[in-house]
C-alpha cells in the first residue's frame, strides 16, 4: 500500500439509498480520487478482508483481521455494490487579476498637484487672486463665476482645458510643463 492510500477515506460519507428506509444499509460515497489511489486491487482486498472477517467469526482467540480504513468502511457497507463513487470537482478557477485603471486622459491632474506645483513655482498666490475666490458673485462675469465654481468643485482638472491653460499662461506657467 502506498502513502497516497493512506488518507484516501477522508471525504468518504455514508448515506442511506434513495427512496430506502433509514434502516438501510447505506451506500458509501467515495471520492475518485480515493478509489484510484488503491490501483486494481481495491475490489480484491474489499473481497479478501470480507472473507478474512467471516473466517474470523469462528476463531477463538486470534486477534480481528484489519485492513485500511477505507476498504474496512466498503465491507462495513456491504461491499463494492454498496460504494458511489463521487467524481473530483473540477479544479478552481485561477484568480484573474482586477484590469488596471485606466489611464487618466492626457492633461488630467489632481487639484492637490497642481496646488503644490503653483506653491512649488512661488505662483499660488497669482492664481487664486485670478480665481477671485474672495469676491461675492454678483461682481463676477459669467466666465469668471464659471471658472471659480469649476475650481471649487473639482478633485481633478484637465491641464489642457482652455480655461484652466488660460488662467496658467496669465500666471506665467506652461500647462505642458505640469503634464506627466
Do not use: C
Not at 462675469?141 to 482645458?161: C, F, G, S, Y
Amino acid at each position: 500500500m502506498d502513502n497516497a492510500s493512506d488518507d484516501s477515506i477522508q471525504g468518504a460519507t455514508m448515506l442511506p439509498e434513495e427512496g430506502t428506509d433509514t434502516l438501510a444499509i447505506p451506500r458509501l460515497r467515495v471520492p475518485a480520487e480515493a478509489i484510484e489511489a488503491f490501483g486494481n486491487d481495491l475490489a480484491d482486498r474489499v473481497a479478501a478482508y470480507a472473507a478474512a472477517l467471516e473466517a474470523h467469526r469462528f476463531s477463538v482467540g486470534e486477534p480481528r483481521p484489519v485492513e485500511h480504513p477505507l476498504v474496512e468502511a466498503i465491507v462495513a457497507a456491504g461491499g463494492m455494490d454498496a460504494v458511489e463513487i463521487i467524481a473530483a470537482p473540477p479544479p478552481p478557477e485561477p484568480e484573474v487579476p482586477p484590469p488596471p485603471p485606466p489611464a487618466p486622459p492626457p492633461g488630467e491632474i489632481t487639484k492637490l498637484r497642481l496646488v503644490e506645483a503653483l506653491g512649488a513655482a512661488g505662483k499660488l498666490r497669482e492664481a487664486m487672486a485670478l480665481l477671485k475666490l474672495e469676491a461675492p458673485a454678483t461682481d463676477l462675469t459669467d466666465a469668471e463665476l464659471l471658472l471659480r465654481e469649476r475650481w471649487l468643485a473639482a478633485q481633478k482638472l484637465n491641464l489642457l482645458a482652455p480655461e484652466v491653460a488660460a488662467l496658467l499662461k496669465a500666471i506665467g506657467i506652461d500647462s505642458s510643463s505640469l503634464i506627466a
